[in-house]
């Protein structure tokens, strides 16, 4: 896209109206890696609960980064919000599937194993930030960071009582995946 425009397309992220920051979040998926100073728009589109449809875009958008987004996730690993935290680890996890893309036929042509996340050079350290968070104070970010371990057959020993942990969490989806 030849005209892209890093400010206007900030500004119609945060932009109350749906269609505009829609067709922003379709701006940013067709210009990567050239829109990877928006991935924190993104998240805060992706965490808004103004619209269900334009949060779940934005998902699929910081996804499709794919290895792009890994500092930037990384970076959001260390946040004081235990909610940042949380949503790192499942971007992470999303990262590289093609069904976090919008198009039926992305998702089931040309699949890449679940196993195989787009992480590339920062893999190593991926991995240890994860373990790291093992023994994070908030019991959903060590039940995101077992999953996600075990999801790459990294299982750590704690893996059973971390998973016994996510089943008592307040959270339906930790719930779910414990």
Same mark, same amino acid.
């Given at each position: 896209?030849? %005209?892209?425009?890093?400010?206007?397309?900030? @500004?119609?992220?945060?932009? !109350? #109206?749906?269609?505009?920051?829609?067709? !922003?979040? /379709?701006?940013?998926?067709?210009?990567?890696?050239? =829109?990877?100073?928006?991935?924190? #728009?993104?998240?805060? +589109?992706?965490?808004?609960?103004?619209?269900?449809?334009?949060?779940?875009?934005?998902?699929?958008? &910081?996804? /499709? $980064?794919? =290895?792009?987004? +890994?500092?930037?996730?990384? @970076?959001?690993?260390?946040? @004081?919000?235990?909610? #940042?935290?949380?949503?790192?680890? $499942?971007?992470?996890?999303?990262?590289? $599937?093609?069904? =976090?893309?919008?198009?039926?036929? *992305? @998702?089931?042509? %040309? *699949? /890449?194993?679940?196993?195989?996340? #787009?992480?590339? !050079?920062?893999?190593?350290? +991926?991995?240890?930030?994860?373990? *790291? !968070?093992?023994?994070?104070? *908030?019991?959903?970010?060590?039940?995101?960071?077992?999953?996600?371990? %075990?999801?790459?057959?990294?299982?750590?020993?704690?893996?059973?009582?971390?998973?016994? %942990?996510?089943?008592?969490?307040? =959270? &339906?989806?930790?719930?779910?995946?414990?």
């Amino acid at each position: 896209m030849e %005209d892209f425009n890093l400010d206007s397309v900030r @500004q119609q992220l945060n932009s !109350a #109206d749906l269609q505009e920051c829609y067709g !922003a979040i /379709r701006v940013a998926i067709d210009t990567i890696p050239a =829109s990877a100073p928006l991935l924190n #728009d993104l998240y805060a +589109v992706y965490v808004s609960t103004e619209s269900a449809p334009c949060s779940s875009s934005a998902f699929a958008a &910081i996804c /499709r $980064h794919k =290895s792009v987004a +890994v500092p930037f996730l990384l @970076q959001l690993l260390e946040s @004081q919000d235990e909610n #940042d935290r949380q949503n790192a680890i $499942h971007l992470l996890l999303g990262l590289g $599937h093609n069904r =976090s893309s919008y198009r039926l036929s *992305d @998702q089931l042509l %040309d *699949d /890449r194993p679940d196993f195989l996340f #787009d992480w590339c !050079a920062k893999r190593a350290l +991926v991995i240890q930030k994860l373990n *790291d !968070a093992l023994i994070d104070p *908030d019991s959903n970010v060590r039940t995101m960071a077992a999953v996600t371990l %075990d999801e790459i057959d990294e299982k750590p020993d704690s893996i059973v009582a971390l998973l016994v %942990d996510g089943l008592n969490s307040d =959270s &339906i989806y930790i719930q779910n995946i414990s």
